[in-house]
């Protein structure tokens, strides 16, 4: 499969992820929230100030690990000048900006609050300091 066939699958392919994910929320996730008798559990205060503290943390690990693995590829892409490891800066300040946006800190500052997702809200960030850290640790050898 040449260039061309493979970004038409991957166009096609986020189209119809677009399109289910549409379907999927009008049609399950939606009309749940509106459902009176669905029960809100809505945590005590202690626990969601547990959960945004941990996210708060945890965000703030990502955005340093990013930051310096961010440098170690500027550093390389100054020596080597090539497309990928262009990609690669780029790729880490998007993720830069996930780490700086998913911070319970600058929502907060907006008047937005992040309550109700309990440890669902913290996996993200999770799986991503994972995932910075075996990149940070590839980027060293």
Do not use: W
Request: glycine content about 4%; aromatic content about 12%; charged content about 10%.
């Amino acid at each position: 499969m040449n260039n061309k066939e493979l970004i038409a699958l991957l166009i096609t392919c986020m189209v119809i992820a677009g399109m289910l994910g549409y379907i999927l929320a009008i049609y399950l996730v939606l009309p749940r929230l509106d459902s009176p008798s669905l029960p809100l559990f809505i945590p005590p205060l202690e626990v969601i100030h547990f959960f945004v503290t941990i996210k708060t943390i945890v965000s703030l690990i990502n955005m340093s690990l990013i930051f310096f693995t961010l440098a170690i590829y500027i550093d390389i892409y100054r020596s080597l000048k090539t497309r990928f490891t262009l990609g690669l800066v780029t790729m880490l300040l998007l993720l830069l900006l996930y780490a700086l946006t998913s911070n319970p800190m600058v929502f907060s500052r907006f008047g937005y609050q992040s309550i109700g997702l309990g440890p669902f809200s913290i996996l993200p960030d999770l799986f991503t300091t994972v995932a910075m850290l075996i990149l940070f640790y590839l980027s060293l050898e």
